[in-house]
Every structure is written in structure tokens, then in C-alpha cells.
């Protein structure tokens, strides 16, 4: 089992920069891939970005691509979001979440029902 605790939340302007950390308690973190998912008001949580447990591969949202980059250091058992260029749009709680059925795979295991483990959630605000 594995908890997770999300911060590096904010207000930013639109065009500026944030990065997300994910932080892990426990040994097995290393051995699961990594998402991260944003939920936005009245809105279902929608799939961001993924790493697999080597931190080799990574898939995004086409809606992030190119802007936001995922990679993680198993040695400090985190997991890091960089935000770029960011829009109103990207207003969202942003979620970290843990997925050890599969450590390898980056394509497809786009939805939550996927991931076992998940933290608190983080506030992101864009302001235009």
C-alpha cells in the first residue's frame, strides 16, 4: 500500500509555470506507475499524464501535450508534474494516483477506476 500527498498548487497567471510534487510513503512506490488526473468543477476527472515505474516511458493528454512534462525520482519516492504555459483552462484540483497492476504500460490506463491509490488533491488556478 502506498499513500500520497500532493502540493506545489497556486494561483498563476496565464503563460506562467507551476510544478507539482507527489510525495510516497512506502517501499512499493518504485514499483508502480505514476498519473496524474485533474478534476475541474461540474466536471469529471480526466486523465493529464502517466509514467511507468522506471520512469523510461511516459503518455500524456493531448490536451497537455507539448506544455506539461511528468518524470519521478524513486530515490526521494516522488513524483513531479511541470506545468508550463499554462491556460484558464488547466484551472483544475489536480490528483496524483498510483497504478501497480500495471508498471510498465503508459498507452491506455487513462481512467481512475485504473489507479488503486490516490492523494488529497492539489488547487490549480489560472487565472486569464
Known amino acids: 500500500q502506498v499513500q500520497l500527498v500532493e502540493s506545489g498548487g497556486g494561483l498563476v497567471q496565464a503563460g506562467g509555470s507551476l510544478s507539482l510534487s507527489c510525495a510516497a510513503s512506502?517501499?512499493?512506490?518504485?514499483?508502480?506507475?505514476m498519473g496524474w488526473f485533474r478534476q475541474a468543477p461540474g466536471k469529471e476527472r480526466e486523465f493529464v499524464a502517466r509514467i511507468s515505474w522506471s520512469g523510461s516511458n511516459t503518455g500524456y493528454a493531448d490536451s497537455v501535450k507539448g506544455r506539461f512534462t511528468i518524470s519521478r525520482d524513486n530515490a526521494k519516492n516522488t513524483v513531479y508534474l511541470q506545468m508550463n504555459s499554462l491556460k484558464p483552462e488547466d484551472t483544475a484540483v489536480y490528483y496524483c494516483?498510483?497504478?501497480?497492476?500495471?508498471?510498465?504500460?503508459?498507452?491506455?490506463?487513462?481512467?481512475?477506476?485504473?489507479?488503486?491509490?490516490w492523494g488529497q488533491g492539489t488547487q490549480v488556478t489560472v487565472s486569464s
Open positions: 494516483a498510483a497504478d501497480p497492476r500495471s508498471p510498465t504500460t503508459v498507452t491506455g490506463r487513462i481512467h481512475a477506476p485504473e489507479y488503486d491509490y
Open positions: 512506502g517501499r512499493a512506490f518504485s514499483r508502480y506507475a
